[in-house]
């Protein structure tokens, strides 16, 4: 997780808390949790940032890191895209009923 961490530019790294599987990162005195693999937000914004292509088929699940190729420029591209293929599948599910 730390080396993960690290990738996503998150500093400093105070320690690891094995008891709730985290980061504790910032400062001492006022630090925050990074939880990548129970926060969905915090999972996501290390996708966004690395370039990472998430591919969720029926078969499983494949991340690639697109290295040189930007499919998103910024994380706001990734929840927007999200947000609109939602609305395609609320938008098709509405034309069934």
């Known amino acids: 997780m730390e080396l993960a961490a690290k990738a996503a530019g998150i500093r400093p790294v105070l320690c690891y808390e094995s008891a709730r599987n985290c ?24 996708a966004a ?11 499983g699940i494949a991340v690639e890191h697109t290295d040189g190729v930007e499919p998103c420029r910024e994380p706001e591209d ?20």
């Open 23 to 46: 980061l504790r990162i910032g400062d001492r005195k006022s630090y925050s949790l990074w939880r990548p693999l129970q926060d969905d937000g915090d999972a996501l914004r290390l």
């Open 49 to 59: 940032y690395q370039h990472m292509m998430v591919d969720l088929s029926r078969f």
């Open 78 to 97: 990734y929840r927007r895209a999200i947000v609109r293929a939602a609305a395609e599948i609320g938008k098709a599910m509405q034309e069934k009923h």
